[in-house]
Nanobody
Framework: QVRLAESGGGLVQAGDSLRLSCAAS????????VGWFRQAPGKEREFVAA????????AYVSSVKGRFTISRDNPENTASLQMNSLKPEDTAVYYC????????????????????WGQGTQVTVSS
């Protein structure tokens, strides 16, 4: 069991930055890939970014490349999503998720492959 708790959301203006954090507890965090997903009102939840258990690999949805950076600190059992140059279309509830390391056919963006999820944190970007 891995328990995840997001923090760092808020209301910002377009162009501002936010840093989301994901604190993990329970089983060995360093054996798990971590992903960030988001769900905007009236839309399906979508993949945003992910980082592999060994920190070597990262992935991003095209709409956030160059603006968002995912990172993790395994000894501290945390993961972060630095979001720069925020846009109104980034408004959503952001979720942290984790899955045990391994091969997954759908890659990092496969939501069903993530077993553990946080409660989410709201990010609102005003224009």
């Amino acid at each position: 069991q891995v328990r995840l708790a997001e923090s760092g959301g808020g209301l910002v203006q377009a162009g501002d930055s936010l840093r989301l954090s994901c604190a993990a507890s329970g089983r060995t965090f360093s054996d798990h890939d971590v992903g960030w997903f988001r769900q905007a009102p009236g839309k399906e939840r979508e993949f945003v970014a992910a980082i592999g258990w060994n920190v070597r690999n990262t992935a991003y949805v095209s709409s956030v490349k160059g603006r968002f950076t995912i990172s993790r600190d395994n000894p501290e059992n945390t993961a972060s999503l630095q979001m720069n140059s925020l846009k109104p279309e980034d408004t959503a509830v952001y979720y942290c998720a984790a899955r045990f390391r391994g091969y997954y056919a759908g890659g990092y963006s496969a939501q069903d492959s993530y077993r553990y999820w946080g409660q989410g944190t709201q990010v609102t970007v005003s224009s």
